[in-house]
Each structure stands twice: as C-alpha cells, then as structure tokens.
C-alpha cells in the first residue's frame, strides 16, 4: 500500500514536471502519462518532497520520438467495458 502511495506521488510530480517542459520547451516525451484519476493531497505532496528531497527524477524525462497518429487515437479511446454481471 505505501508503494502504491508513493507511486501515486511520485507520478503526479513527473506529470507536473512534464507539463512544464511543454509550455516551455515543446513536447519532449510522447509516451507519458498520468496512470491515476485522481490527484494527490498537496499536503501529500509537501510530505513526499520533504522525504524523497535528494531525488531529482523529475527533471530527467527522456525525450521521445513523436507517435503516429493512430497511435494518438489508440492511447485516448477508453478502456471497453464490461460485460453485464461481471462484477
């Protein structure tokens, strides 16, 4: 469970690092994402930071090359639902 957090926290920094370099240097890696729907608490994130101080992960996003868009399209359709009764 504490991985998981961790994850979770982690990844929302990555993306927020990612956005930075989009507005001000373009799109440096076309292959990220945000695996999560929600959001952490900023007081996660404060705490998390204050743990995890010496990593500097987020600034090293490797730069990828520009997908196809047909690969676009398939990284944005949602997943297909479930069969009736499954749950």
């Not at 990612?18 to 076309?30: A, P």
């Not at 705490?47 to 995890?52: D, G, K, P």
């Amino acid at each position: 469970l504490e991985f998981r957090r961790v994850l979770f926290r982690s990844s929302y920094l990555l993306i927020l690092s990612w956005i930075c370099q989009y507005y001000f240097n373009g799109i440096s890696n076309w292959r990220i994402f945000y695996d999560f729907h929600l959001t952490p608490f900023v007081s996660d994130i404060i705490q998390f930071l204050e743990t995890n101080a010496t990593t500097n992960q987020y600034h090293s996003i490797q730069k990828t090359d520009p997908v196809l868009p047909y690969e676009q399209l398939l990284m944005v359709l949602p997943e297909p639902p479930l069969p009736m009764g499954s749950l």
